[in-house]
């Protein structure tokens, strides 16, 4: 396969969650590329903080989009949380060749499974009027919702390298009932690429039984798999390596 994979973050994070794979592809010849969202690749400070405020997935949308216009083709996008939902919003654009979203985060007009989801939002709604400034996030939240799957030295490892993150990109992605400019909503029928949704059945963030209504939406052309103990970051988890072979494995059969 000589086509592009773009590997695309979530919130709070960088390029740093997805080197396992952008190493396990980059070994079998292909070209591999990870960038991040502005103020994502920088280090944590007061400063990046401040530089969030006022983001939105728009402009995290728009700098992928920029990263992805030097390659000569259309990319496969892998797309772990948030980079799930930017995934979908470029491939509507016809900027990708194929997407695959890892536990990709909710879009406009899907609403929480379970109590689990729900609690989390109420955990956000807590924080006050959070969208006028940054969040940082939380270890009691995340070792719940987002890193279960890890032991707890490996929770506190990845949590110490999670930054800041915009609170209008959080309100975006959780409230999305309150987005005017409704920026998470997906162009379903404008996705003509191979679409691979895989779903942790661990995940607490973003449950199968969520992410099986977005696949719904996407029809036909969409492949849904659904992983027995994997969590929401489940590319740093120990059998991360499995998903990958999935990944791999669809990508063969769906674009050669």
């Not at 000569?72 to 797309?79: K, L, N, Y």
Request: aromatic residues 10%; hydrophobic residues 45%.
């Amino acid at each position: 396969m000589d086509t592009p994979i773009v590997f695309v973050h979530g919130t709070n994070a960088g390029p740093w969650t997805m080197a396992d794979f952008t190493g396990y592809f980059a070994e079998r010849g292909l070209r591999t590329l990870a960038p991040a969202y502005r103020h994502h690749d920088e280090t944590i400070s007061g400063e990046t903080a401040e530089l969030l405020v006022g983001t939105g997935i728009d402009d995290y949308v728009e700098d992928i989009a920029t990263a992805i216009s030097v390659l000569d083709t259309a990319p496969v996008i892998v797309g772990h949380s948030l980079g799930g939902v930017i995934a979908q919003i470029l491939a509507a654009r016809g900027l990708a060749r194929a997407i695959v979203l890892l536990n990709g985060s909710v879009n406009w007009g899907v609403l929480p499974t379970t109590d689990g989801e729900r609690a989390l939002a109420k955990r956000l709604m807590s924080a006050g009027p959070f969208w006028e400034g940054t969040l940082l996030p939380d270890f009691d939240t995340m070792s719940e919702f987002g890193l279960n799957k890890l032991v707890p030295a490996e929770q506190r490892r990845v949590f110490d390298q999670l930054g800041p993150e915009s609170g209008r990109v959080m309100f975006e992605l959780f409230f999305w009932m309150f987005d005017d400019n409704q920026t998470t909503r997906i162009d379903y029928q404008s996705i003509e690429c191979p679409v691979l949704m895989v779903s942790g059945t661990e995940d607490l963030a973003v449950p199968p039984s969520t992410a099986r209504l977005i696949a719904q939406r996407h029809g036909a052309q969409t492949t849904f798999l659904e992983v027995p103990g994997f969590g929401h970051y489940l590319m740093l988890e120990p059998g991360w390596r499995q998903i990958a072979d999935l990944c791999a494995h669809w990508l063969l059969e769906s674009i050669g």
